[in-house]
């Protein structure tokens, strides 16, 4: 059986061409695809194409953005058996983390990519990134699809998206997840690792376009003026706060940073705890510098990369949750995106 496939093009490297006389780039007409990607016509698929209206530069993204592209998946969700989304890399782990807070009950795959040199280089990794994502969302197994989550394939490799977080502007493979296995791995086969992938849910589709954005991070660093984190905490229009702590969740423990935690969660600010550590996890108590965090009853993070616990949060906040619930909905899995 033939799949469908919706290409979604948002913006980003992967959609311009170098014009030759002059040296600049200018925007691809993804319409015109076969034209310069003439390999698809080879795979197995029929692909339909949306292209946002103004494509958008990965760094000007923001809420509405995602709302959109929400808008834009829950209308075709039916009629497809899987979607490619075309990004700017900048921000890609940020908006394929929101989709998988968002989109609710997905039951297909969503795969998210993008290049580091546009499609009309001659040494381009965007053929091969499109090409390959194209397969993976086609990809099902006695009529039903093999993912089920929204993922970034990047480089040879796909990977959970909510696990995902940009460690290189010049490589090509600018993609790692630090704490979670990869899911697939392409080569002279197209593998999958099965026993990573998440299992389908029994709810039904939905997409939660409710997002709040009065949120705000807050990285220490040894010899940080110590009336910074008061003057964001005394904001009264902030609602939630994101801690990026040393190591386990640790944190200076001089007087005026414990008191402005204090005064947090006494002004009912939402508190998460991650760690600024590319690998690891929190673990309150573990040192005497996080007891604290303990003490106050914050959310803890665990292994949480910082795209997903903003875009979690921006989610939960959306919802209108708040205290025990929202920390316990934080602290639970729920899209694959901690290992607690």
């Known amino acids: 059986m033939k799949r469908k496939i919706l290409l979604i093009y948002t913006g980003g490297t992967i959609g311009m061409i170098k014009e030759y006389s002059t040296g600049t780039l200018k925007p691809f007409d993804f319409n015109a695809l076969l034209k310069h990607i003439p390999e698809i016509e080879l795979i197995d698929v029929d692909i339909d194409i949306n292209v946002f209206e103004k494509p958008i530069d990965s760094s000007d993204i923001d809420i509405n953005d995602w709302i959109k592209l929400g808008n834009i998946l829950e209308n075709s ?50 053929k091969e990134n499109l090409i390959t ?28 998206a909510n696990r995902t977080t940009k ?75 994101i801690l990026r702590t040393f190591g386990s969740g640790n944190i200076p423990s001089d007087k005026e940073t414990l008191r402005a935690l204090h005064k947090a969660k006494e002004l009912g600010k939402e508190i998460i705890v991650i760690t600024q550590c590319v ?32 875009t979690k949060l921006m989610h939960l906040l959306g919802q209108n949750l708040k205290g025990k619930i929202l920390k316990k909905q934080f602290e639970e899995n729920l899209s694959g995106e901690i290992s607690n």
Not at 93 to 112: C, D, E, I, R
Not at 287 to 307: A, W
């Open 133 to 160: 994502s194209i397969y993976y969302a086609s990809l099902y197994e006695n009529d039903k699809p093999v993912i089920n989550e929204v993922c970034i394939y990047f480089e040879y490799k796909l990977y959970r």
């Open 279 to 310: 690998r690891g996890n929190v673990n309150f108590g573990k040192y005497h510098n996080s007891l604290i965090f303990k003490d106050l009853g914050v959310i803890c993070g665990y292994d949480i990369t910082v795209e997903a616990a903003t």
């Open 77 to 126: 969700y039916f009629k497809y058996d899987g979607f490619v989304i075309l990004h700017g890399t900048d921000t890609m782990s940020y908006t394929a983390s929101m989709m998988s807070f968002m989109l609710q009950g997905l039951k297909k795959p969503v795969v998210f990519t993008g290049s580091q040199l546009p499609i009309g280089e001659l040494r381009t990794d965007a």
């Open 167 to 241: 460690f290189s502007a010049e490589h090509f493979d600018a993609y790692i997840s630090p704490n979670y296995p990869k899911l697939g791995e392409s080569g002279v086969n197209l593998g999958v690792f099965k026993e990573y992938l998440l299992k389908p849910g029994h709810t039904d589709f939905k997409v939660n376009k409710n997002l709040a954005n009065k949120i705000d991070i807050f990285t220490f660093f040894p010899g940080k003026y110590k009336y910074l984190l008061d003057r964001m905490v005394s904001d009264n229009d902030l609602e939630g706060i």
